[in-house]
């Protein structure tokens, strides 16, 4: 057994299996770079022994079958099973934080890592312990058949948000309307569901396959910049270029919108009454606009008093209210009766 040409170097491979994890777990979380230098390092040095010796990492050699010898093997090979997954795991992170995308792309980096702990599971289950892998996927297959018939609503919300991460429709931080009308600032996504914050600062939980069947408009692509339009009714009295210029003056006045692009004054209809006109305006995002809306109004306001403008009656308060039903009477009604009011006389 230890004469066996193979024994030592595996016995290094374990050291050095062991010895990786202690030093890995002495990093920490917050030094991801080191502890993937530490994860490349030591998976290196083993493969390196493994390729020097001839020994394959799916296959036990034939005096490695029982005994000391197969404990060391064995332990050996998981090890580097192990080392390999966490040397991929390490490397994704990485290439995910140095794209700037560590938290929108939460759902891919499980989903990453369930598979490869998983593909690691089944490696060392069918080349390391010989466990006939094929039998074992086919049983698996009819318990998640199972499993995805009990449990079809949340495995529904699971795939929804792995297809809504891939599409990149949104991302955390960005600002989304969906079709219904539900509107917020994306603040956390995972397995289940999107947490969105609303303008009223609540927390609006969206399961992820209804998020999916939404229609969904992105505020804050390609940037978070906002046109709001307001309608003002102009009197028809008024000059319709002297009220452009009287609009283009407030709009001009309010320090919530902004200068570039600058707003527009649009002339939508001209009739016996009144000057539609539209202001468009934009803001610097979609939580500005309730503030910039009200600041418009003010200088509306103000240049009203000013005498510079003056505004239209509403449509609706031009309709005139319904006369009173005139009350019929009808000749065959007879005295005292409640149609004609009259009271029989007494004295007669």
Known sequence: MVD??????????????????????????RRPMARLVVQLLFF????????????????????EAAGLAAFVAKSARVLWW???????????????????RPREAHLLQDL????????VALSILGFVFGVPVGTLVATSG?????????????????????????????????????????????????????????GAHNVVVLP??????LSLTNLSRPDETHWISQSVRIAASQDPRDSV??????????????????????????????IEAELQFCVANPARRTPARNEVLDRLYQACGAGGLALAP????????????IRSYSSTAQPGSPATGFRPDRTA
């Open 142 to 198: 009819v318990v998640a058949v199972i499993l995805g018939l009990a449990l079809q609503n949340t495995l529904g919300d699971v795939f929804s948000g792995i297809a809504l991460t891939l599409g990149r429709s949104y991302g955390l931080g960005d600002w989304i309307v969906l079709g219904d009308g539900t509107e917020g600032r994306v603040i956390e996504t995972n397995w289940r569901s999107t947490n969105l914050l609303s």
């Open 4 to 29: 066996d040409p193979d024994f030592l170097p595996l016995v290094l491979i374990d050291l050095l299996g062991l010895a990786g994890i202690v030093v890995w777990h002495l990093q920490g979380r």
């Open 314 to 325: 509403s449509p609706a308060s031009l309709i005139l209210p319904a006369p009173a039903p």
């Open 82 to 100: 192990t080392h390999l997954a966490w040397a991929v795991i390490g490397l994704m992170h990485i290439y995910f934080a140095l794209n700037r």
């Open 44 to 63: 290196t040095g083993m493969t390196v022994l493994l390729g020097a010796y001839g020994i394959w990492p799916h296959e036990l050699g034939a005096r």
């Open 245 to 274: 210029e009287a609009l283009r003056a407030v709009l001009g006045a309010c320090g919530e919108i902004l200068r570039d692009p600058a707003p527009i004054v649009a002339l939508r209809s001209v009739d016996a009454l009144a």
């Open 112 to 119: 990453f890592v369930a598979l490869a702990y998983l593909g």
């Open 208 to 213: 992820n396959s209804l998020l999916a069947k």
